[in-house]
T-cell receptor, first 115, second 113 residues
Framework: GNSVTQMEGPVTLSEEAFLTINCTYTATGYPSLFWYVQYPGEGLQLLLK?????DKGSNKGFEATYRKETTSFHLEKGSVQVSDSAVYFC??????????????FGTGTRLQVTL | GAVVSQHPSWVICKSGTSVKIECRSL??????MFWYRQFPKQSLMLMAT?????????EQGVEKDKFLINHASLTLSTLTVTSAHPEDSSFYICSTGHNEKLFFGSGTQLSVL
């Protein structure tokens, strides 16, 4: 079956530091890959996605590249801000990319950014 | 943007009682609702998929008589944890699709004493 493995947190960084959150996956076929973010007291929100190999998803300064050869989708940001403090979830879907479909999630990684 | 409202945010209950969790789609109709749960240090795991007007589909290993799902209207889906026990303590979250996007509730942290 499908599975997603992401690095355990919490990750604590100073403001303006470089962020990497690792994510690797196991899936049959060609899944779509996602990063979701959950800010305190809110629901998960889509941060970025990639639907095929070598695609790069980007949003709000965050980036992740779909690497089929290493089955990875690592999340990066060059300079984090305090407002980026949240829990980040890596996920995949082998359903249609444009419709409501089941997701397989990682465990989530809590990021804490300090001044 | 589209919002899914989930209540309560947290609940503490005694063992043996039932707890109802509600998810409402505030400005769109939710034909399908996905229910997930997350145990500490584990992934969000899909429990069941509910469809308005029909029976929910449960994932393997999830007891349908313990986790009752009702999706009687296009804007409301409920999950009732019946006769809750400490091992049911978990984070529960709902999700639904709209305009080719998935929207999530804010989650419910259930603690069973």
């Amino acid at each position: 079956g499908n599975s997603v493995t992401q690095m355990e947190g919490p990750v604590t960084l100073s403001e303006e530091a470089f962020l990497t959150i690792n994510c690797t996956y196991t899936a049959t076929g060609y899944p779509s890959l996602f990063w979701y973010v959950q800010y305190p007291g809110e629901g998960l929100q889509l941060l970025l996605k990639a639907t095929k190999a070598d695609d790069k998803g980007s949003n709000k300064g965050f980036e992740a590249t779909y690497r089929k050869e290493t089955t990875s989708f690592h999340l990066e940001k060059g300079s984090v801000q305090v407002s980026d403090s949240a829990v980040y979830f890596c996920a995949l879907s082998d359903g249609p990319t444009g419709t409501a479909s089941k997701l397989t999630f990682g465990t989530g990684t809590r990021l804490q950014v300090t001044l | 943007g589209a919002v899914v409202s989930q209540h309560p945010s947290w609940v503490i209950c005694k063992s043996g009682t039932s707890v109802k969790i509600e998810c409402r789609s505030l400005d769109f109709q939710a034909t399908t609702m996905f229910w997930y749960r997350q145990f500490p240090k584990q992934s969000l795991m899909l429990m069941a998929t509910s469809n308005e007007g029909s029976k929910a589909t449960y994932e393997q290993g999830v007891e349908k008589d313990k986790f009752l799902i009702n999706h009687a209207s296009l804007t409301l889906s409920t999950l009732t944890v019946t006769s809750a026990h400490p091992e049911d303590s978990s984070f529960y979250i709902c999700s639904t699709g709209h305009n080719e996007k998935l929207f999530f509730g804010s989650g419910t942290q259930l603690s069973v004493l």
